[in-house]
Structure formats: C-alpha cells, structure tokens
C-alpha cells in the first residue's frame, strides 16, 4: 500500500528554521515526482513545492522562493522541507503529496500531514 | 500566475440531490485540472484529473467536465459522506495553483 508520513511539525519562534520529513513506503520517492502543500488555519491549499523524481528539476511557490528548500535521501525514501527564515504566514499543515504520474501535475496520495506554528 | 475561482462558496443541497460545482481559470490549463475532496481534519483527496477522469476507487456519482477555462464536478445524488470541502487545482503551468473550495453542506 502506498502511504506517506509527515513528521517533524513544531512550535518554532520567527526568524527560526525547521525541518520537517515525509517517510513514503509502498513506492520509490525517486520514480515519482513529490510536492509540499500547506493550508493555513481556516483557509484553502497552498502549493508550496515540487521536486521531480529525478531530483534534476525543483519548484518552489514565489512566498517560499530562497527560505525553503526541498529535498529527497533516496536510501530512507524520505522527503525533506527545510524551511528558514520562518514567517507567522507559515503557520499551516504541511502535506507532502505524490505525483499522479512520472510528472503528470496533480496529486493521488497525500501524507496526513504535520503542523507547523510559528509564533513568539 | 493562474487564478482558479470556484463557485458557490458554499451550497446547501439535500441528500439525494445533484450538487453542481463550478471551476473556473484565468487563463486556459487545456484539460490539465483535477479536483479534491477534503473532509473535516483530514488530507485531500483527488477525486478527478485532467477534467474528467475519476481517480481510483471514486463512486460513479462523481463525474468533471469542461476544458479550458470552464469546469464543472457534478455529484449526481449525495450521500451523507459527499458533504465536504471540494477544491479544484490546475497543472497546466507552474505555480500549482487551487481555487478558494466549495463548501457542500446538508440543507
């Protein structure tokens, strides 16, 4: 079964960093392409970035542009979002979410997500 | 960027009723459009991509159309389960972007 798993989610102050994971199993991270998508307290979804699965092409939404940063370790099968220079406007749900194809656009599994808060 | 709006923001329909949802994009995304369903606390779902195609596992009542800048998801009859958020998305160019959601509710 293909299933995604978010983890990592915390209080952080602003200014700060974190890391948060998405540990996939039932598939290989790298024959699919793999997105972070974050929805706000309250409010709609977010693309937020998208790595391809053979990691030589990355996406990132203009709010994110240079503070984030996507990544994959193909031998733990785990997607990475390291986040810096954190915002109040990041507090969200962060969902990692795969690829409905090689690199098809939308998404067919979604991980159940990790919050982040940023607040001081 | 593309600008996805959805309309109704939400609609109140009876269970058993058709629910009809609108989707529409600033600019055309072909037919490179899929749509969610969110329950409360949960992940996203996909229900259809590229406009009318039903993803695995996703009853017949849920049915897309449109191409273009127009779309529509249609729930022929609603079960109890359908009342929900429902979100369109566009991948026809780079950002990702999703409508503002439609929220279903029982009337």
């Known amino acids: 079964e293909v299933q995604l798993l978010e983890s990592g989610g915390d209080l952080v102050q602003p200014g700060g960093s974190l890391r948060i994971s998405c540990a996939a199993s039932?598939?290989?991270?790298?024959?699919?392409?793999m997105s972070w998508v974050r929805q706000a307290p309250g409010e709609g979804l977010e693309w937020v970035s998208t790595l391809s699965g053979s990691g030589t092409s990355i996406f990132y939404a203009d709010s994110v542009r240079g503070r984030f940063t996507i990544s994959r370790d193909d031998s733990k099968n785990t997607l990475y979002l390291q986040m810096s220079s954190l915002r109040d406007e990041d507090t969200a749900v962060y969902y990692c979410?795969?690829?409905?194809?090689?690199?098809?656009?939308?998404?067919?599994?979604w991980g159940k997500g990790t919050t982040v808060t940023v607040s001081s | 960027e593309i600008v996805m709006t959805q309309s109704p923001a939400t609609l109140s329909v009876s269970p058993g009723e058709r629910a009809t949802l609108s989707c529409r994009a600033s600019e055309s995304v072909s037919s490179k459009l899929a749509w969610y369903q969110q329950k409360s606390g949960q992940a996203p779902r996909v229900l259809i991509y590229?406009?009318?195609t039903r993803a695995t596992g996703i009853p017949a009542r849920f049915s897309g159309s449109g191409s273009g800048t127009e779309f529509t998801l249609t729930i022929s009859s609603l079960q109890s389960e359908d009342f929900a958020l429902y979100f369109c998305q566009q991948y026809a160019k780079w950002p990702r972007t999703f409508g503002q959601g439609t929220k279903v509710e029982i009337k």
């Open positions: 590229y406009a009318s």
């Open positions: 039932g598939f290989t991270l790298s024959s699919v392409a």
């Open positions: 979410a795969k690829d409905g194809g090689t690199f098809a656009g939308y998404m067919d599994v």
